[in-house]
Structures are given as C-alpha cells and as structure tokens.
C-alpha cells in the first residue's frame, strides 16, 4: 500500500515537473487575444505584473489540471476549471483556437465577468498557451 501511494506521488511530482519545465520554455510565448480584452505590452515583457515572481500562481495552475484530469474531466472541448489564487483562473483552450474555445459554457465566467482579472490558459495536454 506505502509503495502505490509513494508511486503515485512520484509520478505526480513528475507531471508538476515536467508543467514547470514547460511553463519556464514557454513563458515568453505570446499568443493572438481570445474574445475578453487583454491590456499587454509588446515583446518579452507581456506578463500581468501581478504574475511575474508568483510562481505559485502557476503551480497552483498545474495542481488544478493534474487533479482535474485525475479526475476524468475531459479537456478536449477547453473547459474552464475554476479559481487558482486571488484573481485568478485556469482556463483550457487550444493553439491554435477552436469553435469550442468560443462558447459560453467552455470559458471562465468569473473572468468574463469581471469577478477575476486574470487567467493561464493551458491546452488540453497541460502546455501554457498564455497568461493574461
């Protein structure tokens, strides 16, 4: 029983792993605007300043999809999967978007209604496709 859960937990610490390493290879990745309105500066620096040095923020990201996908959520329509700190939300859409990505139901509400300012968007397979 020790050995399942010590397995299980390696394997979740490597997933968390791989979403950082992925997220650090990425993380100057700039992405064409969804349908909410994004305030961003050119180049290397669009980041929310709120984001930048919150590591937590985007952990808190990959726990939530780690745990969502352990859970059988499907993540081919893009759903929204909820608060990841204060202000913020994770949202799964895809590179390039899709139909889906567009509908009401697939998209964070609290964001779309003001109740959060920011959000990560990941692709279904975890990868940080922005942040805003």
Known sequence: MKKKIISSLAVAIGFVILFLA???????????????????????NN??????????????????????????VDM???PCLG???EDWVLDIAHEPRI????KAENQCKD???GKTKHFIELDPNGKLIRKG
């Open 83 to 85: 608060k990841i700190a």
């Open 22 to 44: 992925a997220f650090l290879l990425n993380q100057n990745q700039v992405s064409a605007p969804t349908t909410a309105p994004i305030e961003t500066t050119s180049g290397a």
């Open 99 to 102: 139909p889906a990505d567009e």
């Open 111 to 113: 964001y779309i209604e």
């Open 47 to 72: 980041q929310s300043p709120d984001f930048i040095g919150n590591e937590d923020t985007f952990k808190n990201a990959l726990n939530l999809y780690i745990q969502k996908k352990h859970e059988g």
């Open 76 to 78: 081919a329509d893009g």
